[in-house]
């Protein structure tokens, strides 16, 4: 079961934001995240919200990446993995705003690198809205890249050198968000094309600039041209009157040029005529109808730096109804100036000013701060008049903290409560400090007047000298106070603690906290006041008691009904009669009232609305390409003839018979004849068998020697043509001699014979 407060998340959000903010409050709320589980999402939204450095962010790595557990802010010895990331991506969704101070160490840049190669999204912290990033090199305002997200609204950018690649850095956020507020601060002057690359920042609701160059013509006309900027501050310190004029040269102001301004004529015959039209301007200011133009009509706080004759030129220019006005000041200021000041806005602002600040430079607080830590003497005190504001009847909030003018009078609380009657929060220089000799010129008899004057008065801050003068505080109950509930004295010197109860007590019956300062080591501390306040507080409360008390008995009295009786008496009347005339004769007043109707011109546009719309009535025409190139195969053939080579035998077969030419005869014939001497025939066939011989040498050697270079051209040739398809043996044919039928060499001549070779020279 939640508790009552944690069902209504409104309620919740409120109450752990009070927690935070008060002393102790982050280490408050992360043991209140450890409670219970109802309130730990609630109370971990709240403290990881707002992060004053990358450390916590860091911390949430595993120790065992870290190069020190207990020094995350040293860096990571080695690359996470996905897993380490989970605990950051999970708590970063839950941070709004961060801030990276460079020139601090309790961060190693070597993170920057690590978390921008090995982050596993694009964004860790995905719902980041402000960033606040002070730098001193390029490679620190690099870093902030890591950090740029679409949801980011607002970047507080600090720059304390003078970097080149500032403008392409600010290029770079102009296309990754769409800012809402921008801030930058610079000892260096802006970019050249500082408006050029913002001008597509048309969303800026708060600009500040404090930088030499923006005061210039251009950021006037760029400024002025927002149409969402409610909040400006600059920094007009060391600038001139003639620089501040300048930053309105360029703006043109809403509604200055009216119909009736323009003229008809051409401008031909302009020379020989008189303008009027000044003249015309000046007639319509005295009448009062004359419209001026509006330049930043849609401000509404504004915050300026620098002297007081700079910021009273400044806001001559203005026509918005500004409600917060904040003014940081050189102190003490020109007395002459501070009037202008004072009447200036009372003039412009009276209607709509709601709250006005006034604070010291930082020169001037260093000032302060060299001469109360010398030992030249006590502080000065300036008076600050007061009576310059002269009716602001809508201001709520008026606070002035300065560290030379700090004198007050009573007649400056008296002028107060006329000027403003609704106010309800005053501070005046609460942290002022006086010497001795000299006190503070304020006392209760003012407080006095000042809470008879506004009765909506709720925190009071001032130094003052707690003593009484006169009997007239305690008899009137005008001066008691039902709305005043916090009262700080600061240094404020008491005398008589029970005369100051009882004052107290009597204007402010209603109060809850009364503050002053008690640390011994605090500078000004005078243990006598100390102690005298401290009475104060510890007797206020009894004394409040009893004052309400007696009110309420006296009020009780008061409306008692009185004590009747009956009586009776004489009520016989006699009857005087006496005649008398009167005349009645009215008496007349003749009054003239001019009754001037207030003209508003308007113009309304009655111009249609317009789309152009281009349609493409070319015919649609498609180019094909048609490729009419005939095939064409190249192809070789080889008209090579087929030769065969055939070894030929050209050797004579030639069959050697032996025919016996002796005639037999009869063993008686040869016996008895006479054995004659033996006769040895030549063969017949030799002579043809050396007739083949010899023809076949002589083919031999005439056709033989012709052979081989017809083969040796044969293959010379063929290496000309194409390749031979598969199937072709032709061409790969071996020739050999090998043994055959008997071929004779002239059939082997006439077949090469046969085929179209070309003739060989030999």
């Known amino acids: ?97 961060i801030a990276y101070i460079e ?87 802006l970019p050249d094309t500082f408006t050029d690359i913002l001008r597509s920042h048309n969303t800026l609701e708060k600009l500040v600039l404090v930088a030499p160059g923006a005061l210039s013509s251009s950021v006037g006309q760029w400024a002025a041209s927002l149409p969402m900027l409610r909040v400006l501050e600059l920094d007009l310190t060391g600038r001139s009157v003639i620089a501040v004029e300048g930053f309105f040269d360029d703006i043109v102001a809403s509604g200055a040029s009216t119909p009736s301004d323009a003229s008809s004529d051409s401008g031909v015959f302009s020379a020989d005529e008189i303008d009027f039209t000044e003249i015309r301007k000046s007639s319509l200011r005295l009448t009062g109808d004359l419209r001026s133009g509006g330049v930043f009509t849609d401000l509404r706080q504004l915050s300026l730096t620098g002297e007081v004759a700079n910021i009273a030129v400044f806001l001559k220019h203005l026509t918005s109804n500004l409600t917060h006005l904040e003014l940081v000041i050189e102190d003490p200021p020109d007395m002459a100036d501070w009037q202008d000041l004072s009447g200036l806005i009372c003039e412009r602002f009276s209607k709509s000013l709601l709250s006005l600040r006034i604070n010291a430079t930082g020169s001037s607080r260093f000032n302060e701060l060299v001469r109360s830590t010398s030992r030249g003497g006590d502080p000065p005190s300036r008076h600050l008049p007061l009576q310059h504001f002269t009716s602001l009847p809508s201001l709520l909030r008026l606070e002035i903290d300065l560290p030379e003018s700090v004198l007050f009078h009573n007649s400056d609380l008296q002028a ?65 106070s039902r709305s005043l509930l916090r009262l700080h004295v600061g240094h404020s010197v008491v005398n008589d603690p029970l005369q100051t109860t009882i004052l107290l007590s009597h204007l402010a019956p209603y109060l809850e906290t009364i ?48 004590e009747t009786r009956e009586q009776s008496i004489d009520a016989t009347v006699t009857r005087i009669t006496a005649d008398k005339s009167l005349q009645a004769k009215p008496r007349l007043v003749q009054r003239h009232v001019q009754v001037s109707p207030k003209l508003v011109d308007r113009s309304t546009e009655a111009k249609s609305e317009l789309v152009s719309m281009s349609i493409d009535a070319t015919p649609s025409i498609m180019d094909t390409g048609v490729d009419a190139t005939p095939a064409v195969l190249h192809q070789s053939v ?115 014979l046969d085929h179209d070779i070309p003739p060989v020279c030999l």
């Open 638 to 752: 080889s008209v090579r003839p087929n030769m065969v080579s055939t070894e030929v035998d050209a050797s004579v077969h030639t069959e050697t018979k032996a025919i016996s030419a002796i005639q037999a005869l009869s063993f008686e014939e040869s016996s008895s004849a006479k054995y004659p001497d033996p006769v040895y025939a030549f063969p017949s066939v030799i002579p043809a068998v050396l007739a083949g011989l010899l023809t076949f040498a002589c083919r031999i050697l005439t056709s033989y020697p012709l052979t081989i270079p017809m083969h040796m051209l044969d293959k010379s040739l063929s290496m000309l043509h194409a390749q031979p398809k598969e199937g072709d043996d032709s061409s790969s044919e071996k020739h050999e001699l090998r043994p055959s039928p008997a071929h004779s060499v002239s059939s082997s001549t006439s077949e090469l």
């Open 1 to 97: 079961m939640f508790p009552t407060i944690l069902r209504d998340q409104d309620a919740a959000k409120k109450l752990f934001e009070t927690i935070i903010d008060s002393p102790n409050g982050r280490r408050s709320m992360s043991r209140l995240a450890r409670t219970c589980r109802a309130m730990c999402e609630p109370a971990l939204n709240v403290l990881w919200r707002e992060l004053d450095s990358l450390l916590p962010i860091i911390s949430l790595f595993p120790n065992t990446l870290m190069k020190r557990a207990r020094r995350p802010g040293l860096g990571l010895a080695k690359a996470p993995n996905a897993e380490d990331w989970s605990r950051v991506l999970a708590y970063g969704e839950r941070v709004r705003r």
């Open 515 to 562: 503050k002053w300062f008690h640390e011994k080591n605090r500078p000004g501390y005078v243990e006598a006041n100390a102690s005298g306040w401290q009475k104060v507080s510890d007797w206020l409360p009894h004394m409040q008691g009893m004052r309400l008390m007696e009110r309420a008995r006296a009020v009780h009295l008061s409306t008692q009904k009185p």
């Open 416 to 480: 107060v409560a006329q000027a403003c009657p609704n106010i309800e929060t005053l501070r005046l220089c609460p942290m002022a400090r006086f010497p001795a000799s000299s006190g503070p010129s304020l006392t209760l008899e003012g407080v006095a007047v000042l809470t008879q004057g506004c009765k909506r008065l709720q925190t009071l801050a001032l130094v003052l000298d707690a003593h009484t003068e006169s009997e007239e505080t305690f008899n009137s109950l005008d001066v008691s």
């Open 103 to 189: 020139s601090s160490p309790s961060v190693s840049p070597s993170i920057f690198a690590i978390i921008a190669e090995n982050r596993p999204v694009q964004y860790i912290l995905p719902h980041l809205q402000q960033l606040i990033w002070r730098v001193d090199t390029a490679a620190g305002l690099q870093r902030c890249t890591i950090f740029l997200n679409p949801e980011l609204q607002s970047l507080v950018l600090e720059v304390s050198t003078r970097i080149p690649q500032l403008a392409t850095f600010l290029a770079e956020v102009c296309s990754t968000t769409q800012l809402s507020s921008f801030s930058f601060t610079s000892p260096t002057s």
